[in-house]
């Protein structure tokens, strides 16, 4: 802990911001609260000289790593890109569960005084946001129940109501207690916006059986001539038995994906494992930008923490724009990318 300074918020975070454009940059949060204070690691090692440092791994996207705040990070980028460069923004903030978030290599802070104080900081950053999104571009907010359904309030606020597209529920599992309070809660929420009504999502597919096809149909199989199974599909109301479903080919096409993804959660023993408080899974990622993007888009991630984003992002094709102010988790995704020559 004598490795911790006291930096005041307002400091980094409430400068006044020339050419933000956000629809509603004026309009304040109905949870206003007091600038607050909080902590922030220094460690001896990081160097605050080298603010952006530069991947481009062979056959995949670029990689830059940016050493500082959300805030100084828009600055750079205001500064030094072209207008709204980026299809998809994820952004995983602390989540306002009241403890300082601690792994094997690294730690960070997620105490605030209050949910005002906080909500006004999560408000001041979806303003920035709004205007770094290409038109066609997304928004993911990862959060969970702590303060979920207020930022979609604030999302709302300032991307509109209308471009919100889906909460999406990442479920995981765990181990779980009987609770006479709360039942377990294993799941966190991305909520996601569109900059405008052109934006579109890729569809994906996942993979599932013929029984689990049949069991949902609760229909009698057929075989044709050929020995191939099918059932009866229906075109609408009063048309039934319209045309043929052919079971394998539905198998091969796999399942359109809905709002609830099973994905686990990074366990003490997985691979992937970095050892960065909170990291998220790899596989949440790479299906967040195949959703969200094509190859060659920019993807942002600004408060990246272990960087899953960045190394989803590259492999995938796409560009990662990362950064965290905290050395640690400049030191990880330092570390893992170097590590990833696996790209
Ligand atoms: C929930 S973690 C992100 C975890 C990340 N998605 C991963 O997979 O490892 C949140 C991160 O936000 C960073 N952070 C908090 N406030 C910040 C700010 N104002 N500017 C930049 N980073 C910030 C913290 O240091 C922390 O690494």
Redesign the pocket.
């Known amino acids: 802990m004598d490795m911790q300074e006291k930096i005041k918020f307002g400091d980094?975070?409430s400068k006044s911001h020339e050419g933000d454009t956000g629809p509603n940059p004026g309009q304040e949060c109905p949870f206003v609260g007091e600038e607050s204070t909080r902590v922030r690691l220094m460690l001896p090692d990081a160097d605050p000289s080298s603010r952006v440092t530069m991947y481009s791994p062979d056959g995949h996207g670029t990689i830059k790593i940016f050493d500082g705040?959300?805030?100084d990070q828009y600055d750079h980028l205001l500064e030094n890109y072209t207008p709204s460069p980026f299809k998809l923004i994820y952004w995983?903030?602390?989540f306002f569960t009241g403890k300082q978030q601690e792994a094997d290599f690294g730690s960070?802070s997620d105490n605030w005084p209050d949910l005002p104080t906080y909500l006004n900081w999560i408000r001041r950053h979806l303003v920035r946001w709004h205007p770094m999104l290409e038109d066609r571009g997304f928004l993911v907010v990862h959060c969970d129940w702590h303060a979920g359904h207020y930022i979609k309030t604030l999302g709302d606020q300032i991307f509109g109501y209308d471009n919100f597209r889906n909460e999406i529920i990442w479920h995981y599992t765990g181990r779980r207690q009987p609770a006479r309070l709360r039942v377990n809660a294993k799941h966190d929420t991305l909520l996601v916006w569109a900059k405008s009504e052109t934006a579109t999502f890729n569809p994906i597919f996942e993979p599932w059986t013929r029984d689990e096809y049949v069991r949902m149909k609760k229909q009698e199989v057929h075989r044709d001539e050929e020995g191939r199974e099918w059932i009866w599909g229906h075109q609408g109301k009063g048309q039934s038995h319209a045309y043929r479903i052919y079971l394998d080919e539905v198998v091969a096409r796999g399942r359109a994906i809905d709002t609830v993804w099973n994905i686990p959660i990074i366990n003490t023993s997985a691979k992937e494992r970095v050892g960065?408080p909170?990291?998220?899974p790899h596989a949440l990622l790479m299906r967040v930008i195949a959703l969200c993007t094509e190859p060659g888009d920019w993807v942002w991630?600004?408060?990246?923490?272990?960087?899953?984003?960045l190394v989803a992002a590259s492999q995938a094709g796409r560009n990662g724009f990362g950064?965290?102010?905290?050395p640690d988790?400049i030191r990880v995704v330092q570390a893992r990318i170097d590590a990833a020559k696996a790209f």
């Open positions: 980094n975070e705040s959300a805030q995983d903030p602390p960070f960065y909170t990291q998220k991630d600004p408060m990246m923490g272990s960087g899953t984003t950064g965290d102010w905290n988790a």
